[in-house]
């Protein structure tokens, strides 16, 4: 069974500060892996995609890469926000069809 | 464009009760899916479908059931309903013809059983 590990569960830093969550799996064959955003209430929004072939994805302020061979990706954000303050799901997709097995989640809370 | 929309919001059951969750698309997905959201535990997909007329099982199935009967509809079922399907449920879509296509998700409705 596919396992996908979020660490750690909450943070909380200042703003402006660099800072990185990270996602660990355990299978390495991986189709893509995707870094979603949930505001309290709401849906997920979808932030980066990498597929199997990259080894990271930029996009404004946030950068994610991808290592299959130790399982592991993170998603650094530059210059933190208070409006970046979200739970950050890592979400792994095994197969075409895209089915995603989730990780449990980063909780971020950026204090200005 | 309203992406993907979930019916209802918010719904109160008694165990033992039956209801159905409805998701519409509009962006001409063909695949779609549901999960369910709870404290600590990320999300766990329920059912998905493929296509039209096709659906599959996912890691939680057991107390639901699910249609596809029109492309851009998805609907889940809770035949007779029990506190553990207390949760917050998502309904998501997508392409999935190619690895760099995302999910696009609902609001999710929030469900308690009583």
């Known amino acids: 069974k596919q396992e996908v590990t979020q660490i750690p569960a909450a943070l909380s830093v200042p703003e402006g500060e660099n800072l990185v969550l990270n996602c660990s799996f355990t299978?390495?064959?991986?189709?893509?892996l995707q870094w979603f955003r949930q505001d309290p209430g709401k849906g997920l929004t979808s932030l980066l995609l990498?597929?199997?072939?990259?080894r990271e994805q930029t996009s404004g302020r946030l950068n994610a890469s991808l290592d299959k061979s130790s399982g592991r990706s993170t998603l650094y954000i530059a210059a933190s926000q208070p409006g970046d303050s979200a739970t950050y799901l890592c979400?792994?997709?095994?197969?075409?069809?895209?089915?995603?097995?989730f990780g449990g989640g980063t909780r971020l809370m950026v204090k200005p | 464009n309203a992406g993907v929309t979930q019916t209802p919001k918010f719904r109160v059951l008694k165990t033992g009760q039956s209801m159905t969750l409805l998701c519409a698309q509009d962006?001409?997905?063909?695949?779609m899916y549901w999960y369910r959201q709870d404290p600590g535990m990320g999300l766990r997909l329920i059912h998905y479908?493929?296509?039209?007329?096709?659906?599959a099982k996912g890691e939680v199935p057991d107390g639901y059931n699910v249609s596809r009967l029109k492309k851009q509809n998805f609907l889940l079922g809770l035949e007779s309903a029990a506190p553990s399907q207390t949760s917050v449920y998502f309904c998501?879509?997508?392409?999935?013809?190619?690895?760099?296509?995302?999910?696009?998700f609902g609001p999710g409705t929030r469900l308690l059983v009583l």
């Open positions: 962006m001409n997905h063909e695949y």
């Open positions: 479908s493929v296509g039209e007329g096709t659906t």
């Open positions: 979400a792994v997709a095994y197969n075409a069809g895209n089915m995603l097995t």
């Open positions: 998501a879509s997508s392409y999935g013809r190619t690895d760099q296509e995302t999910q696009y």
């Open positions: 990498i597929q199997s072939s990259q």
């Open positions: 299978d390495s064959a991986i189709y893509n």
